[in-house]
């Protein structure tokens, strides 16, 4: 098995475009060395590193998150166990915050896919007058506020 990926190579195996690996490279966060013919060539351990950021995009982290964990692995040798496993402390309260939203979302949407009936005494996003967006823009019911935030407390 190669120990240095060309640029295809790894496209090929995580299944990135050649131009979002050069992306990545870019910003710092991939070090390939040259060649004697100018050729890029990658260490094997840059899957991993791709896969990390493929799968934390999917995981809903934003690029500035993921180039911030990925910087804190080491440059000049491959991430080990121990490296990764610092990511995935740090990352976990906030996968934990993306799990329980997106288990609220479903459990919202649940009854309201395929209803439409809008009613204001069972419905979780029913927004009448449009009180919601005091809390400021988006579908506020699915970012976290209930009816129960605009209720008057007169
Ligand atoms: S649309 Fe009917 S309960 Fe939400």
Redesign the pocket.
């Known amino acids: 098995m190669a120990e240095q990926l060309s640029i295809g190579d790894l496209a090929r195996r995580t299944g990135l475009s050649v131009s979002a690996i050069r992306f990545y490279e870019a910003r710092g966060l991939l070090s390939p060395i040259r060649t004697r013919g100018n050729q890029r060539r990658f260490p094997r351990a840059d899957i991993r590193r791709l896969s990390f950021a493929m799968i934390a995009q999917q995981l809903g982290l934003s690029l500035a998150e993921i180039e911030a964990e990925l910087r804190t692995l080491p440059n000049g040798r491959s991430p080990t166990r121990a490296d990764w496993a610092m990511i995935s402390r740090r990352i976990r309260g906030r996968l934990d915050r993306q799990i329980r939203f997106l288990e609220q979302t479903r459990d919202r949407l649940d009854?309201?896919i395929g209803?439409?009936?809008?009613?204001l005494d069972?419905?979780?996003?029913?927004n009448a007058a449009d009180r919601a967006a005091k809390a400021g823009a988006g579908p506020r019911y699915l970012l976290g506020n209930s009816p129960a935030d605009f209720e008057d407390r007169a």
């Open positions: 009854g309201c209803c439409g009936c809008l009613s069972a419905c979780g996003l029913y």
